[in-house]
C-alpha cells in the first residue's frame, strides 16, 4: 500500500553513493562517528522497502501532527504583492507549530527501529527542539536538546515549552552562541555516547546521509501543496517561496517541484542587518564552497578557512551553513536565492498579522518578505506559494521589543 | 601576529638533514618512531595549538615539550568549530583566534620548534582550513617549514585521496585516527592509506583528560596491528605518568593534548607555564619507559 505521506523521492535524484549533490555533500566526519552514520543510512534504507514504516509514519502524521496541512490563500495580504495570488503552505498548523515535526516524527521511528533509547538535537528558534521533545515524549525516550546561549534568551518560550515536555536544554556558550554552535556541542556528546545515542538531526545538512534523510521526510509539504494547488487555481505556481536557514522547509516544498521547470524555487536568505554590514547569514549570496558540520556546502568562512560569525534576528535562520542541496540547485540555475533583511521581514510579519490574522515566525516572514517582491514582478496575472514554515508565538517577545508593542515600551524601529 | 601569508617559506633552513627533494620530514617521524621502538619503550608525542597563549609563547612551549622528552610534537591549527575538542582545547584555540593567529603563524610555529630541536613536527587540524587554503599549497609550504605531516581528524579515508597525494608529493606524512567503533574492514582500508602512525582514539569522545584510560584502548591497537605494520600510537584522555606507562605497555606511542593545553591555561604567566610543560613532558617521558 503506497504512502500517503511517507513519499521519498521517486525521481532517483537522490544524492550519489558518497553522498553528493553535484560537487557538494558528502560525509566530513570523524571515524568515531562513521559507525553511527552509516546505521543510520542502512537503518533508512530498510524503512523505505517496509510497509510497516509508512504506515506508522502515516497513521503519525494524520491522527497526530494533522496532516495534510491547509492551502490559505491571502487576498488582502496580496494586495500589498502587486495583486498576484498568494497562497501559503499552513506548516504552522501541524502540531508543535512548525515544518519540523515532520523530519522529528520520521527520525524518531528511526531511532526506535535502531533500539536507541536516546536522542539528542540541536535548536536554533526551538521548533526542532520542541519537535524532538515532543516526539521523545511520545515514544518514551531520553533527550538532550542544545541551543545557543543567546537564543535560549531571545527563544524563552520554546525553551519552557521543551522542559515541560521532559527534556533536557543545555545552554551552549561556546562560538557565537547560536545555532553552529549548539550543532558542535550536540556532535561532542554523540562522539561520547554513540552507541545509545540517535543524533535527530533538524535540517538538511551535516554528513550524508541527513541531508537526503530530512528531505525525504519534509517532501510532504510540497507534495501536498503542490495537489492543493493544482486543484485551487487550475494550474501550477509560477513561484515557490521559503525562508533559508539550514534549509529543510525549503526543500520540502521544493523538491516536489523540482520536474516543473515552467515553477521557480526562490529560498530567501537572512540578511540581517544587510549583506553589506556584514551581519547576516545570507550564506548562499556571500558564502564560498566549505565544509561545516559534515559536508561540503556553501559557508560563510574567512580566507583560511575559519567559520564566520552569522546575525540574523531569526535564531532559526541564523546559520552560517546551507544544506548542500540548496547549493547544488544555486550552482544549477534550478533555484534562485535572495537576501531578506530583518526589517524586510519584521514588516512582513506585522502585514500579515493585521491583513490575515495570522502570525507567523520570523523565520517564515523571511518568504512572506520575498514573496511580496515576487507578486509585484510577477503583477497580477501571477501565483506565488508560499510555506508558511511556522508560527510566531515563540517571537512575540523580540516583536514586542521590534515594536514597542508593550505599554510603556519604546520600539526599537517604528 | 605576523598578518598576512607572505609567499612560501621556502627559504627556511630545515635545521636537519631535510634536503630531500620532496622536502618534507616524513622519514624523520619514521626514525624517532623506530628510535623509541629500538630502546624498547614507547614514544612521547605532544599536541599544542599555534598562536596559544601567543605565537611566541606557542613556539616557546612546543620547542620546551621536544626538549623535556616529547619525541614528536603535533601543532595545532586552530578551528572555529573544533567539534572533536573538549572544553581545554576549545578555549586555548578561542585564545590564539582571537589573538588573530593566522596559517603562516602555525607554519613559523612548525618550523621554529624543528630547528630548536632537529625533531618531527605534524600539523594537526580540520580539513576546512587547509581545504580552503588549497591542499597543495599548504602541503608545500608545510613541508618547506620542515613539518613531517598532518592529522585530519574530521577528513575520512573516502575524501583523502587529493590531500594524499599532495602530501605524498611533499614528503609528508598523513596520520589517520581510528576508534574503538572501527570495524576491522575500514581499519584494514584506513591503515592502508596512512602514514607515520596510525592514531588510535582510547575511547568514543572528544579530548580532554580522563580519569582512566579503558580496556577499548588495548583491544583497538590490537586489531590495528593485524592490519598495518605502522606504529600504533594513543591519544585522548591520557594526562599522567601512571596513564602514560599503561599505555606504553602495548602502544607504540602515547599522545598527551589536553594536559599540556591545561598547565598553559592554569600558570599565572607564560614562564610558570612553561615550567610546568617542560616538568610535565619530562614525568610522561619517564612513564613511557617504565
Known amino acids: 500500500m503506497p504512502s500517503d505521506y511517507f513519499i521519498p523521492d521517486p525521481e532517483g535524484q537522490s544524492p550519489s553513493a558518497a553522498g553528493y549533490f553535484g560537487a557538494f555533500g558528502g560525509k566530513f566526519i570523524p571515524e568515531a562517528l562513521v559507525a553511527a552514520v552509516d546505521e543510520v543510512a542502512a537503518e533508512y534504507e530498510k524503512a523505505k522497502a517496509d ?42 498548523l501541524n502540531h508543535t507549530g512548525s515544518h519540523k515535526i515532520n523530519n522529528v516524527l520520521g527520525q524518531a521511528l528511526l531511532t526506535k527501529r535502531m533500539g536507541k533509547p536516546r536522542v539528542i538535537a540541536e535548536t536554533g528558534a526551538g521548533q526542532h527542539g520542541v519537535a524532538t521533545a515532543t516526539a521523545c515524549a511520545l515514544f518514551g525516550l531520553e533527550c538532550t536538546i542544545y541551543m545557543g546561549e543567546i537564543d535560549t534568551e531571545r527563544q524563552a518560550l520554546n525553551v519552557a515549552r521543551m522542559r515541560m515536555l521532559g527534556a533536557e536544554v543545555v545552554p551552549v556558550a561556546s562560538g557565537s552562541r547560536t545555532l553552529k554552535d549548539a550543532i558542535n556541542e550536540a556532535f561532542r556528546d554523540w562522539v561520547a555516547n554513540v552507541e545509545r545515542t540517535h543524533y ?58 523540482l520536474p516543473d521547470t515552467g515553477v521557480r524555487l526562490v529560498g530567501f536568505e537572512a540578511a540581517g542587518h544587510g549583506v553589506a ?15 561545516l558540520h559534515g559536508s561540503r556546502s556553501y559557508v560563510l568562512q574567512d580566507d583560511e578557512g575559519q567559520i564566520t560569525e552569522p546575525y540574523s534576528i531569526s535564531a532559526g535562520l541564523d546559520y552560517p551553513g546551507i544544506g548542500p542541496e540548496h547549493a ?63 508560527r510566531g508565538d515563540k517571537d512575540m517577545d523580540t516583536a514586542a521589543r521590534y515594536f514597542g508593542l508593550l505599554d510603556g515600551a519604546e520600539g526599537e524601529r517604528a | 601576529m605576523s598578518g598576512h601569508t607572505e609567499g612560501t617559506d621556502a627559504g627556511a633552513s630545515g635545521g636537519t638533514g631535510n634536503s630531500g627533494a620532496a622536502g618534507g620530514n616524513v622519514r624523520l617521524l619514521d626514525e624517532a618512531l623506530a628510535q623509541a621502538r629500538a630502546e624498547n619503550r614507547a614514544a612521547l608525542v605532544g599536541y599544542l595549538p599555534a598562536g596559544f597563549p601567543t605565537v611566541d609563547g606557542g613556539i616557546a612551549a612546543c620547542t620546551a615539550l621536544l626538549e623535556s622528552g616529547c619525541d614528536v610534537v603535533e ?69 618547506a617549514a620542515g613539518g613531517a605531516g598532518c592529522i585530519l581528524p574530521d577528513l575520512p579515508v573516502e575524501e583523502s585521496e587529493g590531500w ?57 591497537v590490537e586489531r590495528v596491528r593485524s592490519t598495518t605494520d605502522l606504529p600504533v600510537c594513543v591519544g585522548l584522555g591520557v594526562s599522567n605518568p601512571v596513564q602514560a606507562a599503561e599505555v606504553a605497555a602495548f602502544a607504540d606511542g602515547v599522545i598527551v593534548g589536553s594536559a599540556f593545553v591545561k598547565r598553559l591555561l592554569d600558570a599565572d604567566t607564560l614562564a610558570a607555564g612553561l615550567d610546568e610543560v617542560r616538568q610535565l613532558a619530562a614525568d610522561l617521558a619517564e612513564g613511557v619507559r617504565r
Not at chain 2, 85 to 108: F, H, K, N, S, W
Request: aromatic share 6%; with cysteine; net charge negative.
Open chain 2, 164 to 220: 594524499r597525494k599532495a602530501a605524498e608529493h611533499a614528503g609528508l606524512g598523513t596520520v589517520f585516527v581510528v576508534a574503538p567503533s572501527s570495524q576491522d574492514a575500514r581499519l584494514a582500508r584506513i591503515t592502508a592509506a596512512g602514514s607515520g602512525f596510525v592514531y588510535a582514539a582510547s575511547l568514543m569522545g572528544v579530548t580532554g583528560t580522563r580519569e582512566s584510560v579503558g580496556a577499548e584502548a588495548r583491544e583497538l
Open chain 1, 328 to 390: 547544488h540547485l544555486k550552482d544549477s540555475g534550478r533555484g534562485e536565492y535572495r537576501p531578506v533583511t530583518d526589517d524586510q521581514a519584521m514588516r512582513a510579519l506585522r502585514l500579515l498579522s493585521e491583513t490575515e490574522g495570522i502570525i507567523p515566525a520570523i523565520e517564515s516572514a523571511h518568504a512572506l518578505a520575498g514573496a511580496l517582491d515576487l507578486g509585484r514582478e510577477l503583477g497580477p496575472e501571477g501565483i506565488v506559494l508560499v510555506n508558511l514554515s511556522g
Open chain 2, 75 to 143: 601543532v595545532g591549527l586552530p578551528h572555529s568549530d573544533p567539534v572533536m575538542d573538549g572544553p581545554v582545547i576549545q578555549t586555548a584555540d578561542t585564545i590564539a583566534l582571537e589573538g588573530g593567529v593566522r596559517i603562516a603563524d602555525v607554519l613559523r610555529t612548525v618550523r621554529e620548534a624543528h630547528a630548536a630541536t632537529g625533531k618531527p613536527v605534524l600539523v594537526m587540524t580540520y580539513w576546512n582550513p587547509v581545504d580552503r587554503y588549497g591542499a597543495g599549497r599548504f602541503a608545500e609550504e608545510l613541508a
Open chain 1, 200 to 257: 535527530l538531526f533538524g535540517t538538511v545538512a551535516g554528513p550524508h546521509p541527513f541531508p537526503q534523510i530530512v528531505r525525504d521526510f519534509h517532501r510532504v509539504i510540497g507534495v501536498e501543496a503542490r495537489r492543493q494547488v493544482l486543484e485551487r487555481t487550475g494550474r501550477l505556481p509560477d513561484a515557490v517561496a521559503a525562508c533559508v536557514g539550514g534549509g529543510s522547509n525549503a526543500i520540502g516544498l521544493f523538491h516536489a517541484f
Open chain 1, 277 to 291: 554590514s556584514g551581519e547576516h547569514a545570507a550564506t548562499l549570496t556571500a558564502g564560498e564552497p566549505g565544509i
Open chain 1, 51 to 92: 510497509p510497516a514504516f509508512a504506515a506508522e509514519l502515516d497513521d503519525l502524521l494524520v491522527n497526530y501532527t494533522g496532516r495534510p496541512s491547509a492551502l490559505t490563500e491571502v487576498t488582502r495580504f496580496a494586495e500589498h504583492a502587486g495583486g498576484a495570488r498568494v497562497l501559503l503552505k499552513r506548516e504552522d
